[in-house]
Nanobody, 121 residues
Framework: QVQLVESGGGLVQPGGSMRLSCAASGITFKNYDMGWYRQAPGKQRELVATITSGANTNYGDSVRGRFTISRDNAKNTVYLQMNSLKPEDTAVYYC???????????????WGQGTQVTVSS
């Protein structure tokens, strides 16, 4: 049974930083592609970042240069470092795991419960 547990969300001021974590269990983590998506109220789910089992990364246009995705296979954890946060980054952030990149990008993988990130002064 796959379980993904996000943590690290909360309230941060504009321009601030925050790091999200996603701990995975029930999968051979090192073999999985991992990703972060987000969804703001009234908006569609949006790709934030992905990292393959080979540590290749990809970012959504709105976060490229500000966010960094990384993984620690020894800890079965994927991270999202978010810098220079803006109010428009406010959303629920979801971790996802896919056995391959197609599965990951098309939302067919496993999902966490989400963690709220609010950027506001």
């Amino acid at each position: 049974q796959v379980q993904l547990v996000e943590s690290g969300g909360g309230l941060v001021q504009p321009g601030g930083s925050m790091r999200l974590s996603c701990a995975a269990s029930g999968i051979t983590f090192k073999n999985y592609d991992m990703g972060w998506y987000r969804q703001a109220p009234g908006k569609q789910r949006e790709l934030v970042a992905t990292i393959t089992s080979g540590a290749n990364t990809n970012y959504g246009d709105s976060v490229r240069g500000r966010f960094t995705i990384s993984r620690d296979n020894a800890k079965n954890t994927v991270y999202l470092q978010m810098n220079s946060l803006k109010p428009e980054d406010t959303a629920v952030y979801y971790c996802t795991a896919g056995s391959n990149y197609y599965t990951l990008l098309n939302g067919f993988g496993s999902w966490g419960q989400g963690t709220q990130v609010t950027v506001s002064s």
